[in-house]
């Protein structure tokens, strides 16, 4: 089984009727980034009914999980 991962995605979302860009910062648990982007598309285009040509990933960068404590 595949470990899963934690990536935090930033972009925007471009759409038409508003007066700027929506800007996101969200953490995303996957196995790949790929599927992280997936995951994106789907839940920012569920939530903020955009398609997936009007969101923008910035960056994507994988979390690491501090040891210790």
């Given at each position: 089984m595949s470990e899963t991962k934690i990536f935090r995605i930033s972009g925007r979302i471009d759409k038409p009727g508003l007066y700027e860009?929506?800007?996101f910062?969200?953490?995303i648990s996957a196995a790949?980034?790929?599927h992280a982007v997936e995951?994106?598309?789907a839940e920012m285009g569920s939530r903020h009914r955009a398609k997936r040509f009007q969101i923008k990933?910035?960056?994507i960068e994988e979390v690491v999980p501090e040891e210790g404590a």
């Open positions: 860009p929506f800007t910062n969200s953490e790949k980034a790929s995951k994106i598309y990933i910035n960056s």
